[in-house]
């Protein structure tokens, strides 16, 4: 039982220890599949397990760590089973937990040069490799990883406003559709824009930015003496998967000389399969672009990233410079990773992209993708010759939209959305998949997200059966 205040065990129980952390990982990874991906509790329950005072005196550590094997770790969803579809799966990947854990281990300050140059300099090569592949400036691009992003969307926003605004933004317009993931309009609010700054622009029946209703919406401001200044676009929005037209937005860009964000949280990484890469002609022309890494590239939360065409755009909207930071400056090649985003102190997350993509090889990351994205075609198929299924918004970047609505009933809009919400009801809380609805053109659909590379077919044919079954009981 640990007793010194320098908060230290032995040896012998530090490597016991770690076996069993390791052991209990790697048995999770190699059992997932026979797991149920849904966790249920209530609060009452969590109280229950875990509300304590905290503990004046010590435990036995080997106790400890098996109750949280026991409690803890059951009582979360697996969001890198194969059933689990919902929201953006996070598939993970071995390599990078322990890169993680390597990282976390020696407590790793990467936030500057002085403190960890192999840091930063990871940071700076993982960073270029992404330059290259969605062919950003080379020479003057620049990046940073974040939490996530949500978090890049918002280094990105601070950065445009500050290039094209100044300190005066009171005029400031800034226009993206009604698809925008949230975190985008979060970050917004957080810079301090009012409501009435921000223009959301409808889209079309494929759910793509309406380019005419944004030149009449950016035509209007501009008579009305305001200042568009940003237009964020969407790479893989996580309702549909659809992409934006970029090629036409980047066009108004430079005419209107607005900043253009694109948000490729969900499907930037679709660039590294060849039918993504069709879908995703453009994105090269952003100011910025917000990639996660923690979804398709199949690396453990947290990590989101930023990158930019030029990186002093970065350092120009963040470099401060306090006394207690004067003597480790560095050169201008030594980057100072606190100089280009919001955070200080910062964790190594460079390292587990590095290592997981120096183990399996790049290659091995665009086969998985591209399965990944012909696995959603072949579901879409199997849906359209389905008598029970109805195909609502086709595969894209691995999403595929859908309800039941068989072919040989007849049932009112109101009675299908019951119905295809009964069916992800008890989907979920039968555990057997994460399988949950979103509401597209006011009608409740479910939804797949399948950028697991290891979810099957016949994981999915699984799952439809299950659902028929359900609906079945319902109807």
């Not at 890469?277 to 672009?289: F, N, T, V």
């Not at 919400?421 to 555990?431: D, T």
């Not at 009608?443 to 079945?472: H, W, Y």
Request: aromatic content about 10%.
């Amino acid at each position: 039982m640990p007793q010194s205040h320098k908060l230290q065990l032995s040896k012998k129980e530090m490597k016991q220890y770690g076996y069993q952390v390791i052991d209990t990982i790697v048995e999770h990874f190699h059992t997932e599949h026979s797991k149920k991906p849904v966790a249920f509790a209530s609060r009452d329950e969590m109280d229950t397990l875990f509300k304590t005072e905290a503990p004046e005196n010590a435990s036995d550590f080997k106790e400890v760590l098996d109750f949280v094997t026991k409690e803890v770790l059951p009582n979360s969803n697996i969001v890198s089973h194969p059933k689990s579809y919902s929201f953006v799966p996070g598939p993970s990947n071995y390599v990078s937990v322990m890169a993680d854990t390597l990282a976390t281990g020696f407590n790793i300050f990467s936030g500057g040069w002085a403190a960890s140059p192999a840091a930063a300099e990871l940071e700076i090569v993982t960073m270029n490799w992404l330059l290259k592949l969605f062919k950003f400036p080379a020479k003057k691009g620049g990046g940073i990883f974040t939490s996530g992003g949500s978090m890049a969307n918002l280094t990105a926003l601070v950065t445009a406003r500050r290039q094209r605004c100044g300190d005066d933004f009171s005029k400031a317009i800034i226009y993206l559709s009604d698809q925008a993931h949230s975190s985008n309009i979060k970050a917004i609010r957080v810079l301090g824009f009012k409501k009435e700054q921000v223009r959301i622009i409808p889209t079309d029946i494929e759910f793509k930015m309406a380019i005419n209703k944004l030149k009449n919406a950016i035509a209007k401001d501009r008579l009305e003496g305001l200042q568009p200044f940003c237009i964020l676009a969407s790479a893989g929005t996580t309702n549909t998967g659809t992409v934006d037209p970029l090629n036409e937005i980047s066009k108004i860009c430079k005419a209107e000389k607005l900043w253009f964000h694109i948000d490729g949280a969900y499907g930037a990484a679709a660039i590294l399969s060849k039918k993504g890469s069709q879908l995703l002609k453009g994105i090269e022309k952003a100011d910025s672009l917000t990639i996660d890494p923690h979804k398709w590239l199949y690396q453990p939360y947290e990590m989101g990233c930023l990158i930019v065409r030029n990186h002093k755009w970065l350092s120009q909207t963040f470099t401060e410079k306090p006394e207690y930071l004067r003597d480790i400056e560095g050169n201008t090649s030594e980057i100072n990773f606190y100089d280009h985003g919001i955070q200080l102190t910062r964790r190594f997350r460079a390292l587990k992209f590095y290592m997981s993509i120096k183990t399996f090889g790049l290659n091995a990351f665009k086969k998985a993708v591209t399965y990944n994205i012909d696995l959603a075609d072949k579901v879409e198929y199997l849906l359209r010759k389905s008598p029970h299924w109805e195909v609502i918004s086709p595969a894209t970047l691995a999403v595929i939209n859908f309800r039941y609505n068989p072919i040989s009933k007849s049932f009112s809009e109101k009675e299908l959305d019951s119905i295809n919400q009964e069916i992800s009801r008890r989907i979920v809380e039968s555990r057997e998949a994460l399988l949950v609805t979103t509401v597209l053109q006011n009608q409740v659909v479910l939804r797949m997200c399948l950028i697991n590379p290891r979810t099957t077919l016949e994981d999915i044919k699984e799952t439809l059966l299950l659902g028929e079954s359900f609906a079945k009981e319902i109807v």
